[in-house]
């Protein structure tokens, strides 16, 4: 069995080894041949130590991945030998309100990595493919999806009529793009690139804004709305764009702050929060429950990942390095 592994924090320190494969623990897990990982920023932040500076190392990267049920242990119902299956990231969380203890059963940091030919994970970790997926469109549900749907759904409650920002074309704000869209919302998006806002446009976005050209994207916002702003901002970015977040949030609005790719500290004002009653949500993707209830949403309006590159498997570090330089549009995936 081939994996990767670091021994050192930083994307050059990622080598490909051959290992044994891992013994099948007695109860309740199952082996899983891999044939397709998708990449998130997340997987960066765990290579560049930033994730978790106190990770033990070595270890293997990668949160998302799909593949074919190999072997079972006793005790597992779930699933049976030659079953496709995809990854839940948070593998306790079943169902019900996010527990702090969830954090720690990760895929990917502090849990196993994908990055493998093959994985021993617990049964409560996988879910069936979703009806016509083939293993790369599976791949790229996990996080993307999944944290899109939790801005939209769980946290956002988007109603018909309702109208939704989402910054930038990475995984999730595509996902936020085609979901919102069908869950009948108006879709507002955000790119430095106006080739990428016209793709964006033929997912279905209503209104799309260069923020390179027109830096007061907010005002902007604002203007498409009538001066009220959205019902939710899908908040990928982080301190350098919160600020005009709030602005372009209506009175009793959500952010769904999803990520953070630039910085996490920054300034915030307080009283835009407090004189128009906006939420703040803290979106850390969600339940194996919600996760059925997306890939249920997705077979009903025949959803289909928008897969920007795909790399063999030798190439995770030079996927990894695409990744980094953000010139994707939806998502970059591995096959094996």
């Avoid at 998006?189 to 793709?199: F, G, N, P, Q, Y």
């Avoid at 990928?236 to 609005?253: C, D, K, M, P, V």
């Avoid at 996490?264 to 996760?291: K, P, Q, T």
Wanted: with cysteine; hydrophobic share 45%.
């Amino acid at each position: 069995m081939r994996k990767f592994t670091f021994d050192k924090f930083g994307l050059k320190n990622l080598k490909l080894v051959h290992a044994e494969p891992e013994p099948l623990p007695p109860t309740g897990c199952v082996r899983v041949d891999l044939t397709a990982l998708s990449l998130n920023y997340r997987d960066l932040l765990v290579l560049r130590g930033s994730y978790n500076p106190k990770l033990a190392l070595p270890a293997t990267p990668i949160s998302d991945a799909a593949g074919v049920v190999s072997e079972v242990s006793a005790g597992v119902t779930r699933f049976k030998v030659g079953d496709p299956v995809v990854t839940h990231a948070v593998s306790r969380w079943i169902d019900g309100p996010c527990q702090a203890d969830y954090k720690s059963s990760m895929l990917g940091c502090p849990e196993p990595g994908m990055g493998a030919e093959q994985v021993v994970l617990p049964a409560d970790a996988l879910l069936p493919l979703p009806e016509g997926y083939d293993f790369a469109q599976a791949a790229t549900l996990p996080i993307a999806a999944l944290t899109a749907w939790s801005a939209l759904v769980t946290e956002g409650d988007v109603q018909p009529g309702q109208s939704v920002l989402t910054l930038g074309t990475g995984g999730v704000s595509i996902f936020a793009l085609q979901l919102a869209k069908a869950l009948g919302a108006k879709v507002i998006i955000t790119s430095s690139s106006d080739e990428k806002l016209a793709r964006a446009a033929q997912l279905g976005a209503d209104h799309t804004i260069n923020y390179t050209t027109n830096p007061k994207w907010d005002a902007e916002v604002q203007r498409l709305e009538n001066g009220l702003g959205v019902n939710l901002t899908v908040e990928t970015i982080g301190s350098a764009t919160f600020g005009q977040s709030l602005r372009a949030t209506r009175t009793n609005g959500i952010i769904a702050l999803v990520g953070a790719l630039h910085g996490l500290a920054c300034e915030v004002n307080l009283a835009h929060i407090l004189m128009n009653r906006i939420h703040v949500a803290g979106i850390f993707v969600d339940s194996r429950a919600a996760f059925e209830d997306l890939i249920r949403f997705i077979e009903q309006h025949h959803i289909r990942p928008v897969i920007d590159r795909r790399f063999p498997f030798d190439e995770l570090p030079r996927a990894l390095e695409y990744l980094a330089a953000g010139r994707h549009f939806g998502k970059i995936v591995v096959e094996i």
